[in-house]
């Protein structure tokens, strides 16, 4: 599997966009970006996922360069709720039943 | 719907004794898989299963057991706790084939002393 680079850690302002980019520079054709958040020690929730394609959901939109090897997930107008470690996992879609968790990006969205 | 249930939700063990983890679905999804995560990591797969009857190896499988007699439920063994072993464990679900999302469940947070 492709391995991936996030930030450790980013700020955000209440209302505003939040840009959180994943360095996937080793991908192949065959595997999907994933994201994946996790608030607070709770179970991990599914966000978005796209193979080549820009993708939007009622939740965030995600971005991938055309060479594939980068992409960003853009949360539209942050909430205090969003505060979470937000993980990009690089995948093949149909073995996807192991994913990899990295440290991910502790997103923290200020007042 | 309840989604993915864990159980129990909190537990402190003494160093050799056993327990079971459970965890049940009712999305009658084929994958279920179990997840450690320590202190600030990520989270490491331990077991998986694409199916009643069949479970398989993750990251970490040492020191775990895992059987699938049914689609529902997935429960994690652990033969004889370790202190090494105190985590917080998520089980997930999903459906079979492509591009489908995993549903996790809430965690169970484990202590072994």
């Known amino acids: 599997d492709a391995k991936t680079t996030q930030p450790p850690s980013m700020d955000c302002a209440e209302g505003r966009a939040a840009n959180l980019p994943c360095n996937h520079s080793?991908?192949?054709?065959?595997?999907?970006v994933y994201w994946y958040r996790q608030i607070h020690s709770q179970g991990p929730q599914y966000i978005i996922h796209g193979l080549k394609n820009n993708e939007t959901n009622e939740m965030a939109s995600l971005i991938i360069t055309e060479d594939r090897k980068s992409s960003t997930l853009i949360l539209p107008h942050a909430t205090l709720r969003d505060t979470a470690v937000y993980y990009c996992i690089v995948r093949v879609a149909i073995n996807d039943y192991k994913l990899s968790f990295g440290a991910g990006t502790t997103v923290t969205v200020r007042a | 719907n309840a989604g993915v249930t864990q159980t129990p939700k909190f537990q402190v063990l003494k160093t050799g004794q056993s327990m079971t983890l459970q965890c049940a679905q009712d999305m009658n999804h084929e994958y279920m898989s179990w997840y450690r995560q320590d202190p600030g990591m990520g989270l490491r797969l331990i077991h998986y299963?694409?199916?009643?009857?069949?479970?398989d190896q993750g990251e970490v499988p040492n020191g775990y057991n895992v059987s699938r007699s049914t689609t529902e439920d997935f429960p994690l063994r652990l033969l004889s706790a370790a202190p090494s072993q105190t985590s917080v464990y998520f089980c997930?679900?999903?459906?079979?084939?492509?591009?489908?999302?995993?549903?996790f469940g809430q965690g169970t947070r484990l202590t072994v002393v």
């Open positions: 997930a679900s999903r459906p079979g084939g492509g591009y489908t999302e995993a549903f």
């Open positions: 299963s694409v199916g009643a009857g069949i479970t």
């Open positions: 080793t991908i192949s054709g065959n595997e999907y």
